[in-house]
């Protein structure tokens, strides 16, 4: 059973800076890409960054790209979400999940964490 833990999530003001982490159990996750996805309130889930197997690829969505970067630390089972000049409409819940391959599509997420609210003051 492979279960991801979101950390790091916190109230912040625009334009600051915070730190996601997504601790992952079991011996494969160096096998696995992982992706952060987000949901704002009343709004669908929607694809962050993801990250290859081995941190050779990532891939962002529009909207945080050149702002948040995404990482990982295969000896500590853990991937990051580096996420800076904060806007309002970062504000979400963020959730991290593994795929077989670098993804933007939630269905090649088979396995997700219970989510970190980022809550982000204008």
């Known amino acids: 059973q492979v279960q991801l833990v979101e950390s790091g999530g916190g109230l912040v003001q625009a334009g600051g800076s915070l730190r996601l982490s997504c601790a992952a159990s079991g011996r494969t996750f160096s096998s696995y890409a992982m992706g952060w996805f987000r949901q704002a309130p009343g709004k669908e889930r929607e694809f962050v960054g993801a990250i290859s197997w081995s941190g050779s690829r990532t891939d962002y969505a529009d909207s945080v790209k050149g702002r948040f970067t995404i990482s990982r630390d295969n000896a500590k089972n853990t991937v990051y979400l580096q996420m800076n000049t904060l806007k309002s409409e970062d504000t979400a819940v963020y959730y991290c999940?593994?795929?077989?391959?670098?993804?933007?599509?939630?269905?090649?997420?088979?396995?997700w964490g219970q989510g970190t609210q980022v809550t982000v003051s204008s």
């Open positions: 999940a593994r795929a077989d391959v670098v993804s933007r599509l939630m269905y090649d997420y088979n396995y």
